[in-house]
Each structure stands twice: as structure tokens, then as C-alpha cells.
């Protein structure tokens, strides 16, 4: 299952909370895994009734304070406290090693007692994997403005979860969504209100039309824009354009895959 701790994303709504920054875990029979924990993270978890140190691993995907300001902390609550070498902190070449480069400088995210806390701590570049108990993470490109950000495939038992992270849309994005059987998609903006290096609806659209096994969407990482316009209704316009149920993500609930 897959449960949103935040469905707020992007500098407005971060801080602002006007929706909550926590990212999101994905709950399979063996693992918990926290995938971009931003601000609030631990304590939306809290709130919405659920355990802040069942998780085996913190994920994240590119070094914007949105994604990863409570990295630290959740890396905490994975080692009980710092006490137990355990769990894994997967993440960017920049949210791991840092990145310093013409397109500014990014990372690390994590101080170097952190780092040493898991069991182990992997950076992944677009095409390689690494297997967390049952599930298996495939890193996939972005186009953002952190140039090492990823997204990922997640190989589950029976299903395939693309995430996308933050990316504006190319053709990669098409590519990674065809096979897949459910879209988690960072919509930042509403209807066809594109910026750069971000999704809008309509590029999810064109996703979700060109996939050809998916049986679910999760929208999230939702911008001021798009909460003012109604992530329910961007969602539901959505499903009638592909026929693919598709949900707006909502701050502390969980969610069936
Ligand atoms: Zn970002």
C-alpha cells in the first residue's frame, strides 16, 4: 500500500504547508520505504496515526529541500535512534555524494554520522537497481534542476511502480510508464500550466495514454496552483480523458495499490 504522508510539493507549498511535504511510503509484506521526506515528515506520520520508525529505508530522489529536509531525522527513526546499524539511505549521485557543477551545487543531504548509520548507503544513476527485501528500485532519468535527480521503477511482486519524482516531460518519461501498473506522478501544476521541470495534467495525460498496463495513478507533490484549482477535480479529468482510475493524493492516507 502506499501511504501519502504529504501530498504538497514545490517552494509555495512547502512553505506555506498549506499541504503537507512528507513525500511518501510504500508498505509491501516485507519493507517500509520512505521516499522523499521533506519537511513535516515524521510529524504528519505521527499524526496520522502510524508508526515514524517501521521503515527499512529512506529514499531520495534529488537534493530539493521538499524531498529531502528530514532525510536525517527518518534516518533516525530507521536506526532506532542512531543506536542500530540498520535499514538502507538510497538516493541521487547529489542527495549522497553532493553534486557541484554549472547547474549549481546540491547535496549531500545526509552529515557523514548519518551516512553511517545504515546498513548501507547506495547513489543510484539512471539504469541501475538495488533490491530492498521484496522490492527492487530501478532509478530512472529526470529533467529538473538538480542534473543527478532520479525517478524509479519499483519492481513489486505483482506489480510495477513508476514514480516519477519531479521531471518535466520527455520521452523517457513515456518509456518508464509503458510497462508499468502504477503511476505515482509528481503534478505540480493544473490543466496545461507547464514550467520547467515539472509535470502538468496534461503531460500526464499524454503518460497515462501511451501506458499500456496501468490500472492505477496516484497524483501528488501537488503546487499552489494546482491546490487552488482542486487536485480531485485535476484527477477526475484525468480518468475521463484515459479511462485509468486515477486519485489525488490527500495528506496522511493510505491507499490501496
Ligand atoms: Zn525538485
Given at each position: 500500500?502506499?501511504f501519502?504522508v504529504g501530498?504538497?510539493?514545490?517552494?509555495?507549498?512547502?512553505?506555506?504547508?498549506?499541504?503537507r511535504?512528507g513525500?511518501?511510503?510504500?508498505?509491501?509484506?516485507?519493507?517500509?520505504?520512505?521516499?522523499?521526506?521533506?519537511?513535516g515528515a515524521l510529524l504528519a506520520t505521527r499524526l496520522a496515526g502510524r508508526?515514524t520508525?517501521?521503515?527499512?529505508?529512506?529514499?531520495?530522489?534529488?537534493?530539493?529541500?521538499?524531498?529531502?529536509?528530514?532525510?536525517?531525522?527518518?534516518?533516525?527513526?530507521?536506526?532506532?535512534?542512531?543506536?542500530?546499524?540498520?535499514?538502507?539511505?538510497?538516493?541521487?549521485?547529489?542527495?549522497?555524494?553532493?553534486?557541484?557543477?554549472?547547474?549549481?551545487?546540491?547535496?549531500?543531504?545526509?552529515?557523514?554520522?548519518?551516512?553511517?548509520?545504515?546498513?548501507?548507503?547506495?547513489?543510484?544513476?539512471?539504469?541501475?537497481?538495488?533490491?530492498?527485501?521484496?522490492?527492487?528500485?530501478?532509478?530512472?532519468?529526470?529533467?529538473?534542476?538538480?542534473?543527478?535527480?532520479?525517478?524509479?521503477?519499483?519492481?513489486?511482486?505483482?506489480?510495477?511502480?513508476?514514480?516519477?519524482?519531479?521531471?518535466?516531460?520527455?520521452?523517457?518519461?513515456?518509456?518508464?510508464?509503458?510497462?508499468?501498473?502504477?503511476?505515482?506522478?509528481?503534478?505540480?501544476?493544473?490543466?496545461?500550466?507547464?514550467?520547467?521541470?515539472?509535470?502538468?495534467?496534461?503531460?500526464?495525460?499524454?503518460?497515462?495514454?501511451?501506458?499500456?498496463?496501468?490500472?492505477?495513478?496516484?497524483?501528488?507533490?501537488?503546487?499552489?496552483?494546482?491546490?487552488?484549482?482542486?487536485?480531485?477535480?485535476?484527477?477526475?479529468?484525468?480518468?475521463?480523458?484515459?479511462?485509468?482510475?486515477?486519485?489525488?493524493?490527500?495528506d496522511g492516507h493510505?491507499?490501496?495499490?
Open positions: 500500500m502506499l501519502f501530498s504538497g510539493g514545490g517552494r509555495f507549498a512547502m512553505i506555506t504547508q498549506t499541504r511535504t513525500g511518501f511510503r510504500l508498505e509491501t509484506e516485507e519493507v517500509s520505504i520512505h521516499f522523499d521526506p521533506g519537511p508508526s520508525t517501521a521503515v527499512d529505508a529512506v529514499v531520495v530522489s534529488h537534493a530539493h529541500p521538499d524531498h529531502y529536509t528530514e532525510a536525517e531525522v527518518v534516518v533516525e527513526a530507521m536506526t532506532r535512534g542512531g543506536i542500530k546499524n540498520r535499514g538502507y539511505f538510497v538516493g541521487s549521485a547529489s542527495a549522497v555524494e553532493g553534486y557541484k557543477g554549472e547547474e549549481g551545487s546540491f547535496g549531500p543531504v545526509l552529515s557523514d554520522y548519518h551516512r553511517s548509520l545504515p546498513e548501507a548507503t547506495v547513489a543510484l544513476e539512471p539504469g541501475d537497481t538495488f533490491t530492498i527485501g521484496d522490492v527492487t528500485l530501478e532509478a530512472t532519468p529526470t529533467v529538473h534542476g538538480d542534473p543527478t535527480g532520479v525517478g524509479f521503477r519499483v519492481e513489486l511482486e505483482d506489480d510495477l511502480l513508476y514514480y516519477t519524482s519531479d521531471t518535466e516531460l520527455r520521452g523517457f518519461v513515456i518509456d518508464a510508464a509503458e510497462d508499468a501498473t502504477i503511476l505515482v506522478a509528481n503534478v505540480t501544476r493544473p490543466g496545461s500550466d507547464r514550467i520547467r521541470g515539472h509535470l502538468c495534467t496534461s503531460d500526464l495525460v499524454e503518460v497515462v495514454k501511451e501506458a499500456r498496463d496501468l490500472r492505477k495513478v496516484f497524483m501528488t507533490h501537488f503546487g499552489m496552483k494546482m491546490i487552488k484549482r482542486g487536485p480531485g477535480r485535476e484527477a477526475n479529468s484525468v480518468q475521463k480523458r484515459t479511462g485509468v482510475t486515477t486519485v489525488a493524493a490527500r493510505v491507499y490501496d495499490l
